[in-house]
């Protein structure tokens, strides 16, 4: 695949989750995919399942969408840089609903092979997402 066509399946990836449709995982992603980054939320499966077991946890609990910010791929990797929104509706592993609004930036690189996600590594600014769920407090913003 064509560096060009590499973003595309990150694009579509994303643009298919903001719809609910975690079936495209299963197209998309590999059966042993290698997540470097997952969220900490116990007793997810590892590989392709995984995923789905992520997303549809972050679907009912934050719905919302991503916008992808910025794409630079080279060779079999793309690096996408995107901010995610939601809201916390429901309650997450640990974090009760809080109602709040969300909003949480990322870096995000993945590796593709044979037209499918294999592999990732993000960075993502979970200080705060912790906040905004309640589980940290937010800097006290009376301070000088």
Do not use: C
Not at 22 to 27: K, R, S
Not at 105 to 132: A, C, M, N, P, Y
């Amino acid at each position: 695949m064509s560096v060009e066509e590499n973003k595309a399946l990150v694009r579509r990836f994303y643009e298919e989750i903001d719809k609910g449709n975690l079936a495209v995982i299963d197209e998309l992603v590999a059966e042993d995919y290698i997540d470097h980054n997952p969220p900490p939320f116990p007793g997810l499966a590892s590989g392709r399942e995984g995923v789905k077991q992520a997303f549809k946890i972050f679907l009912e609990a934050t719905p919302g969408y991503h916008r992808i910010e910025d794409q630079i791929a080279e060779w079999d990797k793309v690096v996408t840089r995107l901010t995610s929104f939601g809201k916390h509706e429901g309650d997450l592993p640990g974090a009760p609903r809080t109602g709040n609004n969300m909003e949480m930036t990322s870096i995000t690189i993945h590796r593709i092979s044979d037209g499918k996600l294999v592999e990732k590594w993000s960075e993502k600014d979970v200080i705060r997402f912790l906040q905004q769920i309640g589980i940290m407090p937010a800097p006290d913003q009376t301070r000088p």
